[in-house]
Nanobody, 122 residues
Framework: QVQLVESGGGVVQAGGSLRLSCAAS????????MGWFRQAPGKEREFVAA????????YYADSVKGRFTISRDIAKNTVYLQMNSLKPEDTAVYYC???????????????WGQGTQVTVSS
């Protein structure tokens, strides 16, 4: 079993940057592809980015491509989401997840964190 704890959220002005972290417990962290999702008020949870077990492959939603970067540090059992050029529409609760495949499908992820709030002011 994997437990995930996100951190790094906050309030930032449009155009600013934030780096989210997701710390995972358990020695099998490197066995799981990881993903980031987000959920804005009144909207469904949506895919943001995913990374393969080794970190060699990454995937992004079109809405964040070129602005966000997902990475992982296996030694630290941590996955990151670097967010640059933030826009008000990026405002949401951000969740990390561990799953079977680095995909945009929520059903492929078995473990979820509690989320961290990101608010981008205009």
């Amino acid at each position: 079993q994997v437990q995930l704890v996100e951190s790094g959220g906050g309030v930032v002005q449009a155009g600013g940057s934030l780096r989210l972290s997701c710390a995972a417990s358990g020695r099998t962290f490197s066995s799981y592809p990881m993903g980031w999702f987000r959920q804005a008020p009144g909207k469904e949870r949506e895919f943001v980015a995913a990374i393969s077990r080794s970190g060699g492959s990454t995937y992004y939603a079109d809405s964040v491509k070129g602005r966000f970067t997902i990475s992982r540090d296996i030694a630290k059992n941590t996955v990151y989401l670097q967010m640059n050029s933030l826009k008000p529409e990026d405002t949401a609760v951000y969740y990390c997840a561990a799953g079977s495949f680095p995909t945009q499908r929520k059903s492929a992820y078995d473990y979820w964190g509690q989320g961290t709030q990101v608010t981008v002011s205009s």
